[in-house]
């Protein structure tokens, strides 16, 4: 676990990005940025303790001084004043991302909002374009 006055810069925070099937991230940042139930929040070295609910969309986080990404799907975030635990649904680092299975995939989503076939689940695909928009955003894609 990283400690106050260690780590990159003197300050950073241990990320673990957990999904049922795999650890998909443990490492050390400088912050990060993640979708929280009531928007995006920004977490330093030091935040206060807080459990939110993850929202899909994308994980910014800072390493090194660069920027870096991943999608999740939803989940649960806990954080401390020096750990960030995100206990995801599903979790994409930006280089693991099919790029053109996300394209299909919000293609299929919107086009089934659009058309809205009998028997379709609206709730299910805006669930599903929310994913795939996330993923493309993590990709570094237009969405």
Do not use: C, N, W
Not at 101 to 113: P, Q, W
């Amino acid at each position: 676990m990283a400690e106050e006055g260690k780590g990159i810069g003197g300050r950073s925070l241990e990320l673990e990005v957990v999904t049922p099937e795999r650890v998909v991230l443990s490492t050390e940042v400088e912050s990060l940025m993640l979708p929280g139930a009531l928007g995006y929040l920004g977490v330093l070295p030091g935040h206060a303790p807080l459990v939110t609910q993850l929202s899909p969309g994308v994980v910014f986080y800072r390493y090194h001084g660069e920027e870096k990404r991943l999608a999740v799907s939803g989940g649960l975030a806990e954080i401390t004043g020096q750990k960030v635990l995100l206990l995801a649904d599903t979790a994409e680092k930006s280089e693991e991302i099919d790029v053109e299975r996300a394209r299909r995939a919000k293609e299929r989503a919107e086009r089934r909002l659009k058309e809205r076939p009998p028997g379709v689940d609206i709730a299910r695909a805006e669930a599903a374009l929310k994913r795939a928009v996330a993923r493309l955003k993590a990709a570094g894609q237009p969405t």
